[in-house]
């Protein structure tokens, strides 16, 4: 798929500390999607060391708290999460291990107890993943306050537009739900034209509340909360496909 633009930011913050450097090193490959091949087409639900009900798809997890939870609360399903930010990948690895090392044998490092094996991480670009899931792959897509590329020049860059739309309603089975949030206004209602104009898609809102507060089984993530404390109301979008 050529890619004419970059939907994300930067690629690293802070520098890391060392134990979390340790963390990225030992536990990542254990949770990283494994590489395809150029024409390889899979089920997702294939890339868990575990059997898995059904697949959702987070892209752009920024510090893992959303994914962290939603796994640990649907054992039975399968989370493919993609995130380019470093220190955001190492935070969620820290929420899926509850340490930044054990002892001194960096490799014994594991999810914790209460967890099972159902996240697999990709830290390139979500849209190289695209091509290799099969239709209908999955039954839920996040994408939670992504980059909003405010400049009109930029409105390109955003994630949710004319380009990637069918492609997500491509990745959707039948009734499944998109799940989109932002606290910038031009984001939300440039997602709201172009998923309206979407013929595979269906917005579920039947009152204002309904984008106004987020759905029952949210989990707060620290951009939502960043958003809250300067005084940034979140709009919750749900659409579901045809």
């Known amino acids: 798929?050529?890619?004419?633009?970059?939907?994300?930011?930067?690629?690293?913050?802070?520098?890391?500390?060392?134990?979390?450097?340790?963390?990225?090193?030992?536990?990542?490959?254990k949770v990283r999607l494994k590489s395809f091949t150029d024409d390889e087409i899979v089920d997702p639900k294939t890339m868990f060391s575990i059997p898995v009900e059904e697949a959702w798809?987070?892209?752009?997890?920024?510090?893992?708290?959303?994914?962290?939870?939603?796994?640990?609360?649907?054992?039975?399903?399968?989370?493919i999460g993609a995130e380019v930010f470093l220190n955001g990948i190492i935070s969620l690895l820290v929420?899926?291990?509850?340490?930044?090392?054990?002892?001194?044998?960096?490799?014994?490092?594991?999810?914790?107890?209460?967890?099972?094996?159902?996240?697999r991480i990709y830290d390139e670009d979500a849209r190289?993943?695209?091509k290799h899931f099969q239709p209908g792959s999955f039954s839920r897509i996040y994408v939670?306050?992504?980059?909003?590329?405010?400049?009109?020049?930029?409105?390109?860059?955003?994630?949710?537009?004319?380009?990637?739309?069918?492609?997500?309603?491509?990745?959707?089975k039948s009734g499944g739900e998109l799940r989109v949030a932002s606290d910038d206004i031009t984001y939300v209602r440039w997602a709201l034209q172009h998923l309206m104009?979407?013929?595979?898609?269906?917005?579920?809102?039947?009152?204002?509340?309904d984008w106004t507060t987020p759905p029952l089984d949210w989990v707060n993530t620290r951009y939502e909360q960043k958003a809250l404390n300067a005084g940034r109301k979140p709009v919750y979008l749900i659409f579901r496909k045809k």
Do not use: C
Request: glycine share 8%; no cysteine; aromatic share 10%.
């Open 57 to 79: 798809l987070e892209i752009g997890f920024g510090g893992g708290e959303h994914i962290a939870e939603q796994s640990k609360r649907h054992p039975h399903i399968g989370f």
């Open 95 to 119: 929420h899926l291990t509850g340490m930044e090392k054990r002892g001194d044998v960096d490799e014994d490092i594991t999810i914790t107890p209460d967890r099972v094996d159902n996240v």
């Open 197 to 209: 104009k979407s013929e595979d898609f269906e917005w579920t809102a039947e009152q204002s509340t």
């Open 1 to 29: 798929m050529e890619k004419e633009h970059r939907f994300y930011g930067r690629r690293k913050g802070k520098k890391i500390k060392e134990s979390r450097q340790i963390l990225h090193d030992s536990f990542l490959p």
């Open 128 to 130: 190289d993943l695209f």
């Open 144 to 172: 939670l306050f992504p980059d909003p590329w405010p400049k009109r020049k930029h409105r390109d860059r955003r994630f949710i537009g004319p380009k990637n739309i069918p492609i997500l309603a491509k990745l959707l």
